[in-house]
Nanobody, 119 residues
């Protein structure tokens, strides 16, 4: 079993910054990808940013240039630095961890952390 725990959400004014953290623990042979998704009330879950094991990032167009994803492989932890936050960034941010046993990939999700941006 793999446990995924997010932290770092909160309330911030528009234009401000927040840093989210996500740590994975448990029975992990290899992590292929870690990333962040978000879900606002009444909307579908959407990709924010992901980072592969070899360091290839992928950003949603709406956050490119404002958010930066990074990773500490030794700690199985991924970070999301969010700058120039906008009201529309308000959502529950969920961490996704894709692990592999070298044969099959499995996706694990955290409980989510609330980010609220006041206008």
């Amino acid at each position: 079993q793999v446990h995924v725990v997010e932290s770092g959400g909160g309330l911030v004014q528009a234009g401000g910054s927040l840093r989210l953290s996500c740590a994975a623990s448990g029975r992990i042979l290899r992590i292929n990808k870690m990333g962040w998704y978000r879900q606002a009330p009444g909307k579908q879950r959407e990709l924010v940013a992901t980072l592969t094991r070899v360091g290839m990032p992928n950003y949603a167009p709406s956050v490119k240039g404002r958010f930066t994803i990074s990773r500490d492989n030794a700690k199985n932890t991924v970070y999301l630095q969010m700058n120039s936050l906008k009201f529309e960034d308000t959502a529950v941010y969920l961490c996704n961890v894709r692990v592999s046993d070298y044969i099959v990939e499995y996706d694990y999700w955290g409980q989510g952390t609330q980010v609220t941006v006041s206008s």
